[in-house]
């Protein structure tokens, strides 16, 4: 963790716990207090957001907690990122873009949704499509926006053949297209990305900071 957050081990021991409560006021509570702080908008992202859906996630697989706790925290996360994403909209105008979806059948929309909001944070617009995006309506949205890169989301590593299907469609009709592909099931735990090898001009990125570097670079490719 971040030697200057102002996220302490007992804040986040704070939210997690109002969060496995389903404490949705406990937790914008917790979130209003540290950005009046002064908290950066990635400090929240990564030290309290992202890091407790990884615990809940981790809590869920190791059956602790029930599926419904597990899409409560969930919920009540992407409502307490509301309080802070004006943050994310202001500034000069922006001149790259970026496309974020989850692919066909991938129902985890939180990451890529904290994937656009981060973009924005570093000076991109930023294009999010949500949960479940058919690859027909993702080509005409490229087609459309000409962006600079793609994100796609895969939260469930069963939904991979839809992964690989939605490339292939994607460098079918657009050959230069630069593409980051993140999620939980690019974590470690699940094994190796070997599959990824084939495609030149995609990049994995398992966390917001590996993120955040991809964002801040103005080599692609």
């Known amino acids: 963790m971040d030697t200057k957050t102002l996220i302490t081990e007992s804040t986040y021991e704070q939210y997690l716990a109002a969060l496995l409560q389903g404490d949705r006021p406990g937790c914008i509570r917790i979130v209003r207090d540290r950005s009046s702080a002064g908290a950066e908008v990635k400090d929240l992202y990564l030290n309290l957001f992202q890091r407790s859906l990884y615990q809940v996630g ?10 419904a706790v597990e ?36 129902y985890h ?40 890169l793609l994100g796609l989301s895969l939260s469930v590593y069963f939904n991979l053949p839809g992964m690989v299907k939605t490339l292939e469609a994607v460098f079918g ?29 995609v990049r994995p990125v398992v966390t917001l900071e590996e993120l955040e570097r991809e964002l801040s670079s103005d080599e692609r490719g």
């Open 71 to 106: 899409h409560l925290a969930t919920a009540i996360t992407e409502r307490v990122m509301t309080i802070v994403q004006p943050q994310l909209f202001s500034g000069a105008a922006r001149e790259r873009s970026i496309i974020v979806a989850c692919v066909a059948d991938e």
């Open 109 to 148: 929309q939180l990451g890529g949704r904290m994937v656009a909001d981060l973009a924005e944070l570093h000076g991109w617009r930023g294009f999010f499509l949500g949960a479940n995006t058919p690859i027909e309506g993702l080509l005409q949205m490229i087609d459309q926006q000409k962006p600079d």
């Open 58 to 67: 981790d809590l869920w697989e190791q059956h602790r907690i029930s599926v």
């Open 173 to 201: 009709s657009f050959p230069g297209l630069a593409v980051m592909v993140g999620g939980q099931a690019l974590r470690p735990r699940w094994g190796d990305t070997s599959w990824l090898r084939g495609y030149s001009n």
